[in-house]
């Protein structure tokens, strides 16, 4: 179907067809992800066959000192005149080899051992003192040791799977770190050589740290949000899918119980092997995207109405009604979903007022029908002021021309908000939109503090009715200590939020396109 | 102009008015919708009872739980409000400064690997904030910062540089130009960050501002994790979430509503001042207000 | 009693100085000493010495090894002697006041003792969390004891120590310490036997004849507009119901197992079932969100409730609510199983006090333990808490002795069931909870089919 064919469409038919393309989308969207996946790696591979080729070449035809720097870091640089940076290379390849001899090493030779399954080997441990537990007549202190595992430890001696796999990712991180910078020092020394070689004098250490506040400006403002967030962000997250190939659950919690390899089995088990599991990610999954629709759509549709309404020519006080309601949204979220959680509970306030008037009682938290009705009108509750927030300034936005030419053309109100109003509300806020929609795949909050995933049902592996993907993998992760099933579960989500994503941005993509054509 | 057209003045004016007098009826209705829970919490902050009460309008009235939240031993409020303060502008300053570095960096320098990380980025966005808290709490354990206030700082702020979209697309609007003529006047690139494009951000700094702030002030999940049986370095969040276990509910309901009053009053206040840049943020400058 | 203390003196000073000489050869590979629990058996019970922590001589041992602990530490914790204690948040008062008069009594220029009580994680949780992370857990830790067997499975609780043992074993319930003994080793101090429900009821409206039977008892509540609560949709309560149609639950070797997709289970549902079909109508099974602690006081105080199946812990609030002398207390009432009257089962049990194995101050905090258990301390729970002691001496408390509380425990011990040997964590995360809380909102309209599919739910979530 050609854009021709859309543009002759009702609004109906067009709505429905975005319905349509939403969903006949999805299977083109995991191709594509998994087409992008496939391109990354083609490039890492170019890019490393890139690499050598450069990194050999440079070796070649790189003078004494070039040559040197691929084996004592900074020698070239030193050689060349850049003592300064030289050093600093040195000092760079000296800390680095300290660090595998003393830490990285014993780390990386645990991380699979002769057990082939076990994370840590096991330490002979010692230095707890127990006291003896016979009859008080024959009692006589024992200090126990004997291995790993059987005995009683020492907190500073013991091996911990997870410092076990914390340390080796670490040992892996710093070693790439590493790489780079032993590259960068290959790479100076041949550079500076070249400089030589066309008589220039390289620029002296000063000189070059001048560099990081202009031509190099991007490494000094990006070092150290990048170095952070490597430690506190990329380090867990890596930390976290090793984490998925394991057996830490409530079972293995280190250092008690170390935890082992199992391989693909915690995946197996979400996708088809456990039925219990699987069948509890397969429901939550429906309903979670089911919410993530309802939630964002219901916020964004009302929300527009609520501003349109405000906003109307003639309604005085304003700035009164959208103060009214952007206090609630400004009251932190915790505050007022409890609020709203206690006032619908069954023996609540709303429910009091109902049977006092005659109407039977809610189950409004308790039903799994209810509440996920409930949790769906909350959130319109909670949502419903920002999006009025942010499209009442739109709409002072828009041209009061185009709203009078309309009107000459004869355009009813209708006509009017469906032809200028929500166009371009609707190109505006895309972005938004888009992000509202990921951020409610993981909208904690209004579902933990609602209803906390309840009510509970004996078909769900340790949830809920109202349980999302992420309130599950909070409590598996706090509650229950399923750890590996956590992890399995945070890579769901996040290859559903980047198809979802891609889908999302392909379809604003379509809709911008459309404004060109217009 | 004509007695006719005066005439089907006053009949278009007659229905407008109908049509507002239905519109202010609606928007009466939603105002008590959405305040009447606010509206109870306050009452209920100030009802003698002590536990949940299902009842609207308490029968008596007191000031004890405000008074409460700050003698207690057992819930040390003000203790908690000192911390949420603390964790809550020291994240905001930090993140705010990340934010606009990173995406200063990635909107208007060019470099090799740009691309790669505007990507990388996205990617890293899409994990779930939480999923590996696990494991980040084992790494706060190897900087001694195990259940330390400032181990809460480094979870709000270290990742900051990855929001970096709206504030990038913020500076991609500033015109390329005012680049070119300050770097034809001799500046460098690290003036030009502070002494010219700063200096036009205000909308987008604000805006920064105010979500990192809002975000620790009312985050529970990683106090929640974090924080564990360490009282003291409790934010209100959990705090006051724990005034509603099952064990203490019925003794600490009021105090609960008490200290949520507390703690939305500022952030209300912050937010309605604020709420012009929280609008422009959100919508790219579409809005000028 | 002197000579007897003596000895305990000279038994503790020749344990320190084997323990010091170990330490000065730590790396040795097996221990030198052992003591076997068979030794200990042989033994006998005459052997078992009992300390008196009043007597200055013994005190004044404690505070040297406690002293010896304090110097062992490392960093800022070098001379302090400071400990932490996990309660229940409603005890935490009370326990404070324990911990100062510790604070007090074992004082010593030597070194600074501090406690610090923290009601943060409950008894129901603490356990738990021990083993999640022992090395930020309390040092002295309250517990459920239903959480000892895997506490001990995953070795992060410590054994009672030796010269502390006669004192546990000689001052407590034998009952008790059977539940704190796994593989005939005790592994902790024994604090309350309340852990268990009953039935509290008003007596303005229910008389003694009335409490016999639920049916009874709900149609006449139900006709005056008042409610029977029972928390169906909490497992520890329903679970009751599974006991009396005769299904084994059991936990060995770290697996959980519950006969519950079998005829007997089918019947037991089938019971709730009838029960819940009076929901709304003389009959509550739910909390809603509060809470079933915080839900039976607001009901007890507003009227709506008449009767609730419940344990001591809101026994004050009860009491507060309609006056200590309407307060009923009775075993549990039957119920409709398979067409005729039976009586319903419950768990019993305890709540303990464990000492964390990977405690810095393995001493110091069997001391404290020691203390918190100590028949004293436990008279002093009853009276501030009104919880129910363990120890022989307390229970000769006339006041305790004539609680209607323990009353009602006693006649509902027959019909109780022990946790420690039952349960595990696998258990209550299997949401048994759900299914009774299912059961209440559809008001026990569930088609046996579907009940069956559901317990066959419960059985597959806890392997």
Redesign the interface.
Known sequence: MDYLDYVQMTKGQRFAYRIKSFFTGIPGAIKKFFAIVGAIVKKIFLGLGHFFQNYGGRFVKGDIGTKLSYVIMGAGSMLHGQIMKGLIFLATEVAYIYFMITFGSYYLARIYNSNMILLTTTKTAQGYEQWGTGALGKEVAVHHTGTFGSELKNPDTYDDSNKVLLFFVLTCIVTIAFIAVYIANTKSAYASQQLKREGKKPLNFLQEMKTFLDERFHVTLLTLPIVLLITFNILPIIFTIFMAFTNYDEKHQPPANLYQWVGVKNFADVFYSNPMKSETFGKILIWTLIWAVFATFTNYIFGIILALLINKKGIKAKGFWRTMFVVTAAVPQFVTLLVMKLMLDDKGAVNSLLTSVGIPAVPFLTNATWARITVIVVNMWVGIPYTMLITSGLLMNIPEDLYESARIDGANAVQQFTKITFPYILFVTTPYLITTFVGNINNFNVIYFLTGGGPAVSEYYRAGKTDLLVTWLYKLTVDTKDYNLAAVIGIMVFIICAIGSLIAFNMSKASKNEEEFS | MTNTNDSMKTGYAQKRKAINTIVYIILSVMVVIWIVPIIWLILQSFNTEMGVTTKFFPSSFTFDHYIALFTDEQYPYGKWILNTFMVAALSCVISTLFILMVSYALSRLRFKVRKTFLNLGLILGMFPGFMSMAATYNIMDIFGLKQQLFALVIVYSAGAGLGYQVAKGFFDTIPRSLDEAAKIDGATRNQIFWQIILPLSKPIIVYTALTTFTGPWADYIFVSYFMKDNESNWTVALGLYKMLDKEAISTHFTTFCAGAVLIAIPITILFIIMQRFYVEGVTGGAVKG | MASKSKK?VA?LL???M??AA??GC????????????T??TE??EE???VINLDDEEVLTTIKNKMKEEADAQTGDKKGKVSL?V?C???D??FEQSLAKEFEEKFADSGYELKIRV?????EDASG??I??????G?DVFNFADDQLSSLVE???I??????F??NVKSENTEDSIDICTVND??YAYPKTSDNGYFLYYDKRFFDESDVADFDAMVSKAGQSGKSVFFDMGNGWYSTGFFFTAGCTVSYKD?KQTATYNSDEGLSAAKAMCHIAENT?NGFEG?P????????V??GF??GSLVAAVIGTWVGP?IKAAIGEENVGAAKLPTVLMDGEQKQLDSFGGYKLIGVN??S?Y??SS?VLAYYLGCPDSQLKRYQTRGLIATSTKALEDDKLKADPALLAIEAQKPYAHAQGASVS??YW???????G??IV?EKGKLTDDQLK???K??E??MS
Do not use: C, R
């Open positions: 305990a038994l020749t344990a320190m084997a323990a170990m330490a730590g790396d040795s590979s097996a221990p030198a000493t052992t003591v076997t629990s030794t200990a033994s006998g052997e078992l010495t932490k996990w229940a948040s409603t935490l008062a923290s009601g943060a994680i409950g738990s969390k083993i999640e992370g022992p090395e930020d309390a995953a070795g992060d410590a054994p009672v120590a030796g010269y043992l006669g080793e005790v770290g709304g739910t809603g969100t509060m809470g079933d602690n915080a839900y006081k607001a105080e507003d609030d194995k990977f810095t393995s001493f069997q964590g696998k995360a299997s949401n048994i909870g759900g299914f809380g299912e909102t599919t559901k317990l739910q419960i597959d979530q």
